[in-house]
C-alpha cells in the first residue's frame, strides 16, 4: 500500500497555490541496490488534480522525475468547501487517490 | 410496430448526446486523462521526443519563464519551475537534453489552472533543459535554460 499523497492549498485572493506531494519510489531501473543488483523500474506514468469534478491539471510523467517529487499549481477560482482529488497511476498498475477540502 | 420503436430509441439516444455539448464534457478544450504517449516517452533524444507528440517546428519565446538553479548539487532533485506568459496556453512540456530519456513531463491545464508549474526531476549530467508550450492555436515555443550539475541524479 502506498502511502497518502499531501496536498496543501494556500490561498491568494481569488486563486490559489496547490503543493501536492506524492510519496513513490519513481525507479528508473539504472539504480542498482546494495547488492548490486539493478532496481526495477517503477515510476508514476498519469496524475490529475481535480477541483470538484473537473479537471484542473492532467499530467504525464517519467522515470526523470525525482523520488518523492513536489509538485506546485496554480488555479484561480478556488473557493472555500471546494474539493481537491489527486489521483495516479503507475507504470506496475497501481494507483492511489486522496483529496482535501478547502477550508 | 417493432420498426418503429427501433427508429424512436435510435433517435433519442443521439438527442440525449446533444445536451452535453453545452456542458463541457465534449468540449474539445477540456482536460481528458489521455493514455501515457508511451513513444514520445521512451524516445531516447529530445528530437525523436518531439517528433513522437508531433510537434515539427518551435518558436524560441521569452514568454515562457523557467526558473531553475544555475548549479545544482544534487542531480536526484532539481527545482524546476516553468510559467507562460503566453495566451491560451494549453499544455507545457519538459525535456532534460542528456538524460537517458529526455521527456520528464507533459502538464495539460484546465479552464481554472495557470500555465505555472513547479516540478522536481533527476538531472544526469550538466546540460541545458527546454520547457515547450503548446498554445490553442496549435503553435509550439520553446525556452532553454542552462543547469550544472554537480553529482549526477540517474
Avoid at chain 2, 92 to 116: I, Q, V
Wanted: hydrophobic share 40%; with cysteine; net charge positive.
Amino acid at each position: 500500500m502506498s502511502e497518502p499523497l499531501r496536498i496543501r492549498v494556500q490561498r491568494q485572493g481569488e486563486g490559489a497555490e496547490i503543493r501536492i506531494l506524492m510519496p513513490h519510489p519513481m525507479e528508473n531501473g539504472l539504480r542498482r541496490d546494495d547488492a548490486g543488483k539493478l532496481v526495477a523500474v517503477h515510476y508514476i506514468q498519469t496524475f490529475t488534480l481535480k477541483q470538484n469534478d473537473r479537471p484542473l491539471i492532467s499530467g504525464q510523467l517519467n522515470t526523470s522525475v525525482s523520488r518523492n517529487p513536489l509538485f506546485v499549481f496554480k488555479a484561480r477560482q478556488i473557493k472555500s468547501g471546494d474539493t481537491l482529488s489527486v489521483h495516479w497511476t503507475d507504470n506496475k498498475g497501481a494507483a492511489r487517490q486522496d483529496a482535501i477540502k478547502v477550508e | 410496430m417493432q420498426p418503429l420503436r427501433r427508429t424512436f430509441l435510435r433517435g433519442s439516444a443521439a438527442s440525449l448526446l446533444l445536451p452535453l455539448l453545452g456542458t463541457g464534457l465534449l468540449r474539445p478544450g477540456a482536460v481528458q486523462a489521455a493514455p501515457w504517449q508511451r513513444d514520445a516517452f521512451s524516445a531516447t533524444s529530445t528530437g525523436a521526443g518531439l517528433k513522437a507528440l508531433n510537434i515539427p517546428l518551435l518558436s524560441e519565446t521569452r514568454d515562457i519563464i523557467v526558473n531553475a538553479p544555475e548549479i545544482a548539487e544534487n542531480g536526484a532533485k532539481v527545482d524546476i519551475e516553468i510559467s507562460s506568459n503566453l495566451p491560451n496556453t494549453r499544455s507545457l512540456l519538459l525535456f532534460a537534453d542528456k538524460n537517458p530519456l529526455p521527456l520528464c513531463a507533459e502538464l495539460e491545464f484546465g479552464d481554472n489552472a495557470l500555465p505555472y508549474a513547479k516540478i522536481q526531476i533527476k538531472l544526469a549530467e550538466s546540460m541545458r533543459i527546454r520547457a515547450v508550450a503548446r498554445t490553442a492555436d496549435g503553435k509550439n515555443h520553446v525556452a532553454f535554460r542552462d543547469i550544472k550539475v554537480t553529482l549526477s541524479g540517474c
